[in-house]
């Protein structure tokens, strides 16, 4: 079973920067898909951000509404994963979840981390 845990969220101004952590207790490095995703009040989960699994190319893939201002990225010797969001907005406000898939398609969520944009 894979634990993962986020990181990083807080209360931040419009405009400001948060990082976001994953850690994982275990995986499998560059095969594995890794996302953030995020649910705002009311709202359905949305994606964000992904790394794909190295065997479908290992490219990002970003949600129109945060290319340009979010990053994400990976660190497979330490099993993590990171999104550093800029030019934050109020709509950014939602918990932000972790997500990894196995090449076997196996699943695995954090708890989710909350961000909160004042305006």
């Known amino acids: 079973q894979v634990r993962l845990v986020e990181s990083g969220g807080g209360l931040v101004q419009a405009g400001g920067s948060l990082r976001l952590s994953c850690a994982a207790s275990?995986?499998?490095?560059?095969?594995?898909?890794m996302g953030w995703y995020r649910q705002a009040p009311g709202k359905q989960r949305e994606i964000v951000a992904r790394?794909?699994?190295?065997?479908?190319?290992?490219?990002?893939n970003y949600a129109d509404s945060v290319k340009g201002r979010f990053t994400i990225s990976r660190d497979n010797a330490k099993n993590a994963m990171y999104l550093q969001m800029n030019s934050l907005k109020p709509e950014d406000t939602a918990v932000y979840y972790c997500n990894l898939r196995t090449i076997s398609g196996r699943e695995y969520w954090g708890q989710g981390t909350q961000v909160t944009v004042s305006s």
């Open positions: 790394i794909l699994s190295i065997l479908w190319g290992g490219g990002t």
């Open positions: 275990e995986s499998g490095g560059s095969r594995d898909t």
